[in-house]
């Protein structure tokens, strides 16, 4: 037998901190990704070995890119195999228990009855106020009010080089804007994470640092673009005090997710595992 943690190409977890929960993937992505089981594996066998191979990694880039509007990186790629296999020892596991009877065609059901049997079988979690701290200290920037940025972009429909729009974010500093023709957009109250999902980090940061007011040149990607920065709402340390029940809601959800976590983990040393992919 493979032992898929062990076999399966490494990678950075700390990257991967939207795949924190692995057996709730399947209702979070939905079911295409884990749809590929008369293609890949057979229509159930138990005893055939469970093969990650290029059909997985195709499906599985088509649906994160349809979600995410890009390509996954190799960590987000080895997650998405790592759904896969979790859900499909989850489905095996079902058909072994005959949990398919009146779902035999319905992939996502028995999964989810699988998932329901492992769920009835984990330990209560119990918390004290020093945990909670020190979860919530470790997790702060998903409690803080972040800073909040207002700016704007004139959105240029004719020269864009480097020196046309220089040029043209200089004449809109000093009032004497040229004729260019130009429409303008405006964002308010956008945080760190949204400008860097939709610039990239290097433009978020220079974007975060200029003085508010001016008009600027800024690279994005193989292009330039004429931003100004509004105004910045400055962010807002949260207090443990008032989001106890958050946090401890949180903290609860996350330590169950383990032993989800654990528990398919253990159930994968049943069955072989092959890959026929290669670490991206």
Do not use: C
């Not at 330990?123 to 700016?151: H, I, S």
């Amino acid at each position: 037998m493979s032992d898929p943690t062990t076999t399966a190409p490494k990678f950075n977890p700390g990257t991967l901190r939207w795949l924190r929960e692995p057996l709730l993937h399947f209702l979070l992505i939905g079911g295409a990704v884990f749809a590929l089981d008369h293609v890949v594996n057979g229509a159930g066998d138990q005893e055939a070995a469970i093969v990650v191979n290029a059909a997985v990694d195709q499906e599985a880039l088509r649906v994160f890119k349809e979600a995410r509007g890009r390509e996954p990186n190799p960590d987000e790629l080895y997650a998405l195999r790592r759904i896969w296999l979790d859900n499909e020892i989850l489905y095996r596991e079902g058909l072994a228990l005959q949990m398919d009877k009146g779902d035999k065609a319905i992939k996502d059901r028995v999964i989810f009855k699988a998932l329901t049997m492992i769920n009835a079988g984990l330990k209560p979690v119990q918390a004290d106020d020093t945990k909670l701290r020190e979860w919530f200290e470790a997790n702060r920037v998903k409690y803080d009010e972040p800073a909040r940025y207002d700016f704007q972009e004139a959105v240029v429909a004719g020269d864009t080089s480097e020196a046309a729009m220089r040029d043209f974010a200089a004449s809109l500093n000093t009032g004497k804007a040229r004729d260019v023709q130009a429409g303008l957009r405006a964002f308010e109250g956008r945080p760190h994470a949204n400008i860097v999902q939709s610039y990239g980090v290097e433009f978020a940061a220079e974007l975060e640092t200029m003085p508010p007011g001016q008009w600027r040149a800024m690279r994005h990607g193989d292009g330039w673009r004429v931003m100004m920065v509004d105004a910045i709402k400055p962010g807002k340390p949260a207090s443990y005090e008032d989001l106890r029940g958050v946090v401890l809601r949180d903290w609860t959800d996350r330590m169950m997710a383990e032993q989800r976590t654990e528990a398919v983990r253990s159930l994968a040393k049943k069955y072989p595992v092959k890959y026929e992919v290669t670490t991206p």
